[in-house]
């Protein structure tokens, strides 16, 4: 054989090997190399994902895991990745088993994944993809981990059903229709499931709509046990006639206490009212919740509607009507839409009521449809609205109780010896968390104006110094009065002092005067109500660190991402709406700034 044929023949078997002579298989490496074009992050990927991805059992790329020269893993959770990734992404991965690309900012769909079918764990959590959860996921036969939860991800839920499956988890999305009535999904809690607003049935305590109950095993109101025969005898009549002597009875006694109960409920409610207008004119705070209560019918509806709380999650009616006017009750709040109490019940739990002011014309429909839309929003970052009431003179809207104080408080109470300063890391992810929350009411709220409307410091409320949840969102629709939106956030915008129209980019401006308040401790009201102009005349010359709060200008190795976040602001606080940007690139170019430690 001449040199000619033994070089053809080996070029034939080195083309028909997947496998390089260096060690690593190149349709992988391809495959890696087009997720990796695809997306940027903190951990500059183009310049750690280079040469062969593995040699053996070893690697040099960063989040890869190799086995015999195969990727088995990869593992890029928490870098901070943007961009979407390629619908077929991975598809020659074929020894792939774990797939972790959790806590980034990710988007568009999910991939299919199709082909791998080693791969056991797949938890793409807390990033923003959106579409639906492919089908395809159902064909992975070894799955043993899903983890879709805090996405945007809408439609239904495939029928899972691997056995291999023992980890699930799609909360925290936009997922809707009957869950699966699978053996595999049957068997995981709700919480697996919880907070997407369109989801129904088992394990939810959510049943769905349009599903008729199961029929009356018999149409006859009386038990057949005591249904008289038509062939009974005289004994039979006899025992009937004592029956019913002895329904007669009971009837009798119920009235009679009905009728005391209606004398009692009429008394009490009577000393009620004359203890309200006593306590009105001398001008007493109360001690307990003060509501009057309806005491008849409005607009042909029964008094049992009008006189009951409405839950959301019947799970938490932990208490009624009665017992909240009866509670204890401290006013932490007053302005022209309303008074805020913090209500302690005689359990010994803490809820926030709001008592809406200039909202008496609104009907029944309009006010019930507005807080069914608000009440079923779930957030990490927003404030949970339990229950609310609607009378003809009062409407009422229960939240749930967050300790720590607000943000306004925060920042500026106790500026003296003994104050714990507010470092810059908790400050920035105090930021992030608004964001998120603000782009999670702008994509649940498509059809209000301004979603939030009231964005300001002393309307986001803080736990444990770090963790935000927004309070007072969604109010505008209840508020069509121009003079009463003056009391909301949206009055400080230009195009509302200009008597132009509102839209999303005016809550857009709110957060930009936030984020200024929370980089410089500033009050808005001390420049004239105009911070953004301060901030800007400050900065003219040079990125000056003049306008940072002195409780964060001592860090400065952060002074950077200070200062980015404050060109954030500014761009936020454009005079212009059309200059400002939208809300997903806002958390987008937030979420690229590094808290680092602290």
């Not at 949840?469 to 629709?477: N, S, V, W």
Request: net charge positive.
């Amino acid at each position: 054989m001449d040199l000619f044929s033994k070089l053809f023949i080996f070029l034939l078997f080195s083309s028909s090997k997947p496998i390089h002579a260096s060690g690593f298989y190149r349709l992988e490496r391809e495959d890696l190399l087009y997720v990796r074009d695809s997306l940027t992050s903190t951990a500059n990927l183009h310049s750690k994902w280079t040469g062969p991805p593995c040699f053996e059992n070893q690697t040099r790329w960063i989040g890869i895991t190799c086995f015999n020269s195969h990727v088995v893993g990869i593992n890029l959770t928490g870098i901070q990745l943007t961009g979407s990734l390629p619908p077929k992404s991975l598809q020659h991965v074929a020894y792939l088993e774990n797939l972790n690309l959790s806590d980034n900012a990710l988007h568009g769909d999910i991939p299919t994944l199709q082909g791998l079918n080693k791969l056991k764990i797949v938890s793409l959590a807390r990033n923003k993809f959106s579409g639906s959860i492919p089908e395809g996921f159902m064909a992975l036969p070894r799955l043993t981990r899903l983890e879709l939860q805090d996405n945007l991800l809408n439609g239904k839920i495939p029928s899972f059903d691997q056995k291999s499956l023992t980890e699930f988890n799609v909360s925290y999305n936009f997922l809707e229709g009957k869950i699966p009535e699978t053996s595999v999904l049957q068997r995981f809690k709700a919480s697996s499931f919880d907070h997407n607003l369109r989801l129904c049935g088992r394990p939810l305590n959510k049943p769905c709509r349009g599903l008729s109950p199961s029929p009356s095993p018999s149409p006859s109101i009386v038990p057949p046990s005591i249904m008289p025969s038509p062939t009974s005898g005289p004994s039979r009549t006899k025992k009937l006639e004592n029956w019913v002597l002895i329904v007669i009875g009971v009837c009798g006694v119920m009235a009679l206490a009905m009728i005391v109960l209606c004398c009692l409920c009429y008394y009490k409610r009577n000393r009620k009212k004359e203890t309200m207008k006593k306590r009105e004119v001398s001008g007493e705070t109360s001690s307990e919740f003060p509501v009057s209560r309806p005491g008849g019918s409005l607009s042909g509806e029964g008094t049992s509607k009008l006189e009951s709380l409405e839950f959301f999650d019947k799970s938490r009616q932990l208490f009624n009507l009665d017992e909240l006017l009866r509670s204890s009750a401290e006013v932490i709040g007053k302005s022209k839409l309303g008074t805020t109490y913090r209500t302690t019940l005689e359990q010994g739990n803490i809820v926030v009521v709001k008592r809406l002011r200039g909202v008496s014309g609104l009907s029944r429909k309009d006010f019930v449809q507005q807080m069914e839309i608000l009440g079923a929003l779930r957030h990490e970052n927003l404030v949970e609205i339990i229950a609310f009431y609607y009378s003809k003179d009062e409407k009422l809207v229960v939240y749930e109780h967050v300790g720590d104080g607000s943000l306004s408080h925060l920042l500026h109470d106790n500026r003296g010896v003994g104050r714990l300063p507010l470092n810059w890391s908790s400050r920035l992810k105090i930021a992030k968390g608004i964001a998120k929350a603000l782009a999670y009411l702008h994509h649940s709220l498509p059809s209000h104006r301004v979603p939030h409307s009231n964005l300001k410091t002393s309307s986001i409320l803080i736990h444990d110094r770090r963790h935000p949840k927004l309070t007072d969102f969604g109010l505008l629709p209840l508020f069509p009065s121009p003079h009463l939106a003056q009391d909301l956030a949206i009055r400080s915008s230009p195009e509302f002092s200009q008597g132009k129209k509102l839209n999303h980019k005016t809550d857009i401006y709110c957060f930009g005067l936030v984020l200024l308040e929370i980089i410089t401790g500033q009050v808005p009201e001390d420049h004239d109500g105009d911070l953004p102009s301060w901030v800007r005349s400050a900065i003219s010359c040079d990125w000056s660190t003049d306008v940072l709060d002195l409780e964060i200008v001592a860090e400065k190795e952060r002074h950077g991402d200070m200062l980015m976040l404050v060109d954030i602001a500014l761009q936020c606080a454009a005079v212009e709406p059309g200059r400002r940007p939208s809300v997903s690139v806002l958390v987008e170019r937030i979420e690229e700034i590094s808290e680092g430690e602290g």
